[in-house]
């Protein structure tokens, strides 16, 4: 098996990047599920793709584009059972998709028009976009030990950066929620850039190792390998749901693009590198997979396109077209009883001053 182009520990592997089997491929989804995950990778690649042009049409303000990590979105959101609860950073439309968040909602909020999205959260078991790095992660440690202590079977899963990953948040959440034995699944999508910063120059370490230091297992993935990211994360989400406490995942995938719309990617990294990881494209390994394996014809991959290209013109069509939430919104929901001045700013923000 291949180490990490980037080094290290070889990653888990089941499909090598060209759609042969390496390891067990029977990761206990009937055919229809295994469809379900290149419906929903090609979905959000040719959304990623629309918002990319959105914010450079005025749609969008500011947009981080995941190209490249479908496979580590997918993979673990499908691996989730529906009362999970989601703790995303800024990068998870895709997980966010397949909980059936609704794709205009959440782009409200890279729409500058509402804070979170206005999706709700308990609704659709995802918590709001998170920009503040790492701080999610506490968020899905104190959620998760109230599972505990609820006696609940369901967990929380924390998606996060390799730059997110050296925050002292990372570190507080992991220990508690090991010492609290909490149901926890430690996502890191290891993308290779921190913005600009590339791993090897904010950690010294491998971060999947680290969980030993905690207490509880680590398991370094192939991020581009959508079958292998579903085993792993199933088996830490059943983990979680026995009470057998948090797991560490180290999906080892790559920002094809900028880290947001407002970042020019070549004053750090070369050309070639971003085309070396095109040819490690988790959706091309995984459509060669199963086409080959007879798990889907040409039919349903043409299909599968279609459909994505009607969806994602009507979640344009819908953007384009929606009106932001009132603002008077950002003043209702503050204080129960509000005090003088902030009725004061109210009265001015909405014109009747
Ligand atoms: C507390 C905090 N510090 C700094 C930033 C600025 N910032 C936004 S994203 C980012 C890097 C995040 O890198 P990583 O965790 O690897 O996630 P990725 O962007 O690669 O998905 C930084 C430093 C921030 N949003 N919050
Ligand atoms: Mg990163």
């Known amino acids: 098996m291949a180490a990490d182009p980037r ?70 959101a499908v691996a989730l059972g529906p009362e999970d609860f989601v703790f995303p950073s800024f990068r998870e439309l895709a997980v966010a998709l397949v909980r059936g968040v609704d794709a205009v909602q959440y782009l409200h909020y890279h729409r500058g028009t509402w804070h979170g999205g206005p999706y709700d959260p308990r609704a659709t078991r995802v918590a709001p ?30 998606y996060f ?8 948040d990372f570190h507080e959440a992991a220990n508690l929620a090991a010492v609290f034995r909490a149901p926890l699944v430690l996502f890191c999508q290891n993308n290779g850039f921190a ?7 904010q950690t010294a370490g491998e971060i999947w190792r680290r969980a030993e230091g905690y207490g509880f297992p680590g398991v370094r993935v192939d991020g581009n390998d959508v079958l292998a990211v579903y085993r792993v994360t199933a088996d830490a989400v059943a983990r979680a749901h026995a009470g057998d406490g948090p797991t560490l995942i180290e999906a080892l995938t790559y920002r094809i693009g900028p880290h947001t719309t407002a970042d020019d990617a070549s004053r750090y990294r070369d050309e070639s590198e971003v085309e070396r990881w095109r040819e490690l494209d988790p959706i091309e390994r995984y459509r060669t997979w199963l086409l080959a394996n007879d798990h889907a014809d040409d039919a349903f991959v043409e299909a599968c396109e279609e459909e994505a290209e009607t969806e994602v ?41």
């Open 129 to 158: 976009i998170c920009v503040p790095t790492a701080t999610q992660i506490s968020h899905a440690a104190g959620y998760a030990m109230g599972l505990r202590k609820d006696g609940s079977s369901t967990c929380a899963i924390a």
């Open 195 to 201: 913005i600009s910063v590339p791993t090897s120059a």
């Open 161 to 168: 950066g390799d730059g997110s990953a050296s925050e002292g």
């Open 7 to 76: 080094g290290g520990a070889a990653p888990f592997r089941i499909l090598e990047p060209d759609g042969t089997v390496v390891g067990d491929a029977d990761v206990g989804l009937p055919p229809e599920r295994l469809r379900d995950l290149l419906r929903w990778m090609v979905l959000a690649r040719r959304l990623d793709r629309a918002c990319m042009a959105l914010q450079r049409q005025g749609e969008l303000t500011v947009y981080p584009p995941f190209e490249g990590q479908e496979a580590a979105q997918v993979g673990s």
């Open 313 to 353: 013109a009507r979640i344009r069509a819908d953007l384009v077209a929606s009106k932001p939430p009132p603002t008077s919104w950002m003043f209702d929901w503050t204080y129960a009883d509000p005090p003088a001045a902030f009725a004061r700013e109210r009265a001015g923000a909405l014109g009747d001053a």
